[in-house]
């Protein structure tokens, strides 16, 4: 039963990443920046979730909650500013701009979190782990659907608002459209530039929710330097449901399970263990093979996707 | 481009340059380093008060300060320059091999398995055969398998070889879990099957590298393959037209690759580190895809910026360890410096113009 609760508290970690990078390859950047973006957001959030409780006496648990979110979202976003600014504005190589994007990403959170002398984040996190108040009494149900802290919530709405407003509205449409064909988009009347930075703009910041999550949720506030290693995952989680974010809702779970599986699986070597932890990547493989093979045109990778748009050069 | 209004024209415009001098070009770089430096160094004064000329003489005490430091240092730039040198090809076929981590990584397991099995029950000559051999078919193994899926289905090789990287990862840390039964997780250098020593630890990896540079430049420079790899990077549909066998190619410029990478792989455990770990390549492999971004994918020029980039990790660690910072101050300058010159490259490709001086050119 726990390691069913702890896939979904750990598979939505991947989920909100894998959602972010979603909306942001459907604009046709391969935003290889991602790991570096959840460092930050974890940061962030971490900050200002310090600064609230150190500053003021009596702590109201829902701002505890609220604005590291807040503050999470909006740093994320700004590394997301700078990469749009990189690749649309300065029309330079996204693949590059994204590894460097990771790198600074990485230095970044290492260094507010140095600057953070007294960590207050165990604390902090029973306000984001806390779950339903009735769930206890509702036995395995309850345990399963309803015992989770705010961000399980969170991670399943965001992406369930991503599907629909991908799927079913304008915008969505238009959002598409710039990722599968830029030059037509643009001659119909989308300002591709706009698209872009927005996408990639609340991408990054719904990532960088994801790198707050494993800090506060899964890790129950214990700053650990990897949440990288969840960013290359989110990545991985995005082609493995197939730029889908509903069904992302299953598959990080699934992912979820994987990454946890080898600390509950008792009786095999510590080798084998590492042979396990390979699992999501091969599967990954896989499907990234089996896509491009079956060549569906609804499972595609966006046509325009890691492809600069310049007007001039039609 | 927004600013513009329908009968206006727009205030500011972009034109694209094509005859941009090479003596202007690199000037356009030349300072877009300097300024990135300034910066840093105001950056670092800011965050840490760290006065510019600490600063400045703490990058070039870490990069110069003594003759080990400069054997590292060269050192380092060679494995780096060998990495960069491999996924070159790829990159100029426009092939984005993101995998060089894990064909590195593999290619050193490759060498640290022949020297864990077999070192001490062969002779020396041809232990290293063999680790020569084994780490370059490892890395084209792991290079040729995405570049097949590419040319046959047109998988998509950026995200492929990405996760190549992780599943490399993974084997090295399985077989170092079968190797050391001690619990400490860290397999002991086997310094005494490790390739000969010229000098010191470091100098046969450099002469390596150098005869490695000038032949994948005149590979790519002179060859009739370099010349269809540039061919299928301008465009497939023209290279298909004129006859050349694009899978072919693809499949052909991935092993070669690939081999490079097993090189790099085989130098770095084999000529330095004498061991493995998961972190021995150290995202290498994501750098050197920069190196080679910004040299142009042309070798010779990739010397260059490779020894920048490796300068300034050195310094920046410098910097760090005389500051008692920690890392993060490392990370943080040398991706400012990247993005600028990343950035710079705009200002060479593209020509701002207002809309004064725009109209005078009519």
Redesign the interface.
Known sequence: MTFITQSIRIGMSFLLGSTGETITEKSGH?N?GIPGIMCVGAAVGCLAENIYLSSVSVISPFLAVLLPIIASFIGSALMGV?YSF?TVT????Q???G??????G??????II?QILDMKFSQASKYFTSGFPFADKLGGFGEIFLSYGVFVYLAIAIALITSFVLNKTRIGLHLRAVGENPATADAAGV?V??YRYLATMIGSGIAGLGGLSYIMDNLNGNWEYTVDAIG?LS??LV?FTLWKPNLAIFGSIIFGACYIASSYISGI???????L??FP??V??IV??VI??R?KREHQ?PAA??LPY?R??R | MKTATHHREPLVHIVKRTDISTKKAVLIRAIAVIVSLLFSALLVFVLKGINPIQFFTALFEGAFGTSRRIWILLQKTAVLLCISLAVTPAFKMRFWNTGAEGQVLVGGLATCACMYYLGGALPLPLLYLLMIVSSIVAGIIWAVIPAIFKAKWNTNETLFTLMMNYVATFLVSFFINTWVTSGSGTLAPMSQYGLPRILNNWLLNIIIVAVLTVAVYIYLRFSKQGYEISVVGESENTARYIGINVKKVIIRTLIVSGALCGVAGLILVGGTNHTIATDTVGGQGFTAIMVSWLGKFNPLFMVLTSFLVIFLEVGANQISNAFKMNSSISDIITAVILFFIIGCEFFINYKIMFRKAAKEDK
Do not use: C, H
């Not at chain 1, 590894?99 to 600074?104: C, E, V």
């Not at chain 1, 990485?106 to 260094?111: C, E, M, P, V």
């Not at chain 1, 070597?269 to 042979?275: P, R, V």
């Open positions: 391969l290889l700078l990189l300065l029309r330079a190589n693949n590059v701009t590894l460097a994007l990771t790198t600074l990485i230095g970044i959170s290492k260094y140095d300002n530039t706009l290359w990545i991985a082609i070597s510590f080798a084998q263990k590492e042979i932890k390979m990547y091969v990954t493989i990234l093979v491009s093979m060549k990778p996707l890691g310049f001039e050069e």
